[in-house]
């Protein structure tokens, strides 16, 4: 037989009483995207790297020079505020708003430690790094550091912080041999970085946040060194208008454009349609997948805990709502794409059905294309002013499979795509299935994988399309003793999602979580 769906989880039955079909917890949606953050970063950031830099050969004054101890008693704390936000039947996991404002704040607690650990422990690990090469200066290097267990071999996008200098944005990056790297600006913006060096008083340094594209290869669990410099040119205005240095602007060239909106990194080739969702089709094997980026809103009259639709529900897809589309960026090895989308949907849900009155919804994503990258980024930016919907992104694949997996605790999860009979139980079933950053569909060599950070909730149907739903948000006013809560569960605001689509051929099970697990942790 089967093996059984893990004891955390359990299907809807034809029984007389009711069985929550998700035991992780309520409001997961308010709490996914931070206990993600924190789980990956200290499991897969913090711990690997303590453990390089205190096997480094060079130490500053032979210990840890950015705290007074080894950071083993900050990580312990980060995960006790971290554990006390996973109970399910106490603090967290059945309550109401006040409560989940509490957890919130030992989720800050909880960020604010991983956050500081990783700016010095990663200073640390460039303390130590040999930046002599090519004859650069030392204070012009950054060290990027390369957590996952994928190999980064192309082109890749990196936050660097650089020194602020007036009228002068003209940077050069260089490898360790001094060959210059092509690359493209994707980001900019001035911030404020602390410095928590031990034993000196706090200090914020004004920089230059930039976020660039550029050609790298660092292994796994490795790192690479890259230098920069900032160029200006020079010219006395009371002496003319000659320069007395000059300095030649770069501009990546070319493009990854080869008709319309149709775009081609190599080993795909995408094209917006006028409705702002994406087709694209694998060189490698000829497959098309078409409508992929829709999004579905419908209404949600659940709780905390399971998706509810009212009895008289409205389904608003986007791909029948107008859409506006601009290339942000195009060159040879990057182009950036935004798509924003105006749904006109129900303001919120009453007497099982959702009213009459609508607001528009924009749904904003930003698409990253990478020259010969088979994986499609996305970032969808959403400002909610509704109430009692839930917004989903669909991805149909029109692959003929019966299982699909999804990453649970400790296994790669099948699940089967027909759902049972649900015309009799006594708890509606939420067709929904738990996800922790990735999920995959496979016909043949065909693999189509999805990757999140801290999006719990996805589905596969069982229709022709096959097609994927990964949920962004959830928006309800049914709170734990109150139908007409106005708490937290209402997710009212701007939010930010960031996942990806992966198109590969013939990838194993276990290649995925890898590619997964490299998405969730980014390059520091």
């Known amino acids: 037989p089967p093996p059984r769906p893990p004891?955390?989880?359990?299907?809807?039955?034809?029984?007389?009483?009711?069985?929550?079909?998700?035991?992780?917890?309520?409001?997961?949606?308010?709490?996914?995207?931070?206990?993600?953050f924190c789980e990956t970063r200290l499991e897969r950031l913090l711990s690997p790297l303590n453990f390089l830099v205190l096997n480094l050969p060079k130490k500053p004054r032979e210990k840890h020079f950015r705290s007074a101890a080894p950071y083993n008693g900050f990580f312990e704390e980060a995960w006790k505020l971290l554990l006390q936000n996973h109970a399910h039947d106490s603090i967290c996991g059945c309550s109401v708003t006040p409560t989940h404002r509490d957890t919130k704040n030992r989720f800050k607690n909880a960020r604010e430690i991983v956050e500081v650990c990783s700016q010095n422990l990663l200073a640390e690990l460039a303390e130590n790094a040999n930046t002599a090469g090519a004859g650069q200066d030392r204070?012009?290097?950054?060290?990027?550091?390369?957590?996952?267990?994928c190999e980064i071999d192309g082109v890749t996008a990196v936050e660097l912080d650089l020194p602020v200098v007036p009228e002068s944005w003209n940077y050069r990056f260089f490898?360790?041999?001094?060959?210059?790297?092509?690359?493209?600006?994707?980001?900019a913006e001035d911030v404020l970085v602390r410095d928590t060096t031990f034993s000196t008083l706090i200090d914020f340094i004004h920089t230059r946040r930039v976020k660039i594209a550029l050609p790298l290869h660092i292994p796994a669990g490795g790192y690479q060194t890259v230098y920069h410099k900032i160029l200006a040119s020079e010219r006395d205005l009371e002496k003319g208008w000659e320069f007395q240095h000059f300095e030649h602007p770069y501009r990546p060239g070319g493009s990854q454009r080869v008709r319309g909106l149709t775009f081609d990194n190599g080993p795909l080739e995408v094209t917006v349609c006028p409705n702002g969702t994406l087709q694209v089709r694998v060189k490698e094997t000829g497959r098309t997948y078409r409508d992929l980026l829709t999004f579905e809103d419908c209404g949600d009259v659940g709780d905390g805990w399971n998706y509810l639709p009212p009895a008289f529900d409205s389904r608003i897809l986007s791909s029948a709502c107008p859409a506006d589309i601009s290339v942000e960026k195009d060159t040879?090895?990057?182009?950036?794409?935004?798509?924003?989308?105006?749904m006109r949907i129900p303001a919120a849900a009453e007497g099982g059905k959702r009213t009459e009155e609508g607001k528009d919804l924009f749904v904003e994503s930003r698409i990253t294309l990478k020259k010969g990258d088979t994986r499609i980024d996305v970032e969808t930016r959403v400002d909610n002013g509704c109430k009692n919907h839930r917004l989903r992104a669909m991805f149909p694949t029109d692959l003929n499979c019966t299982t699909f997996r999804t990453a649970i605790p400790f296994d790669f999860y099948a699940w089967p795509v027909a759902k049972r009979d649900n015309t009799f139980t006594k708890e509606y079933d939420s067709g929904v299935n738990p996800n922790q950053g990735a999920m995959a569909l496979r016909e043949g060599k065909d693999v189509f994988a999805l990757y999140d950070l801290g999006q719990y909730e996805c589905a596969v149907a069982d229709d022709a399309e096959r097609t994927a739903y990964l949920t962004l948000f959830r928006s309800f006013t049914n709170e734990v003793g109150s139908f007409f809560h106005e708490g937290l569960g209402n997710q009212l605001g701007p939010q930010t999602f960031r996942y990806a689509m992966d198109f590969l051929t013939g990838t194993e099970d276990f290649e995925i979580l890898r590619r997964a697990e490299a998405f969730r942790l980014g390059l520091s």
């Open 7 to 36: 004891a955390l989880f359990f299907y809807t039955e034809t029984r007389p009483y009711y069985i929550a079909q998700c035991l992780v917890g309520s409001e997961m949606c308010i709490r996914d995207r931070d206990n993600a």
């Open 139 to 149: 204070t012009d290097a950054f060290v990027i550091y390369n957590p996952s267990q």
């Open 175 to 187: 490898d360790a041999e001094g060959n210059r790297l092509d690359y493209c600006e994707l980001e």
């Open 332 to 342: 040879a090895f990057v182009t950036v794409l935004k798509i924003v989308s105006r």
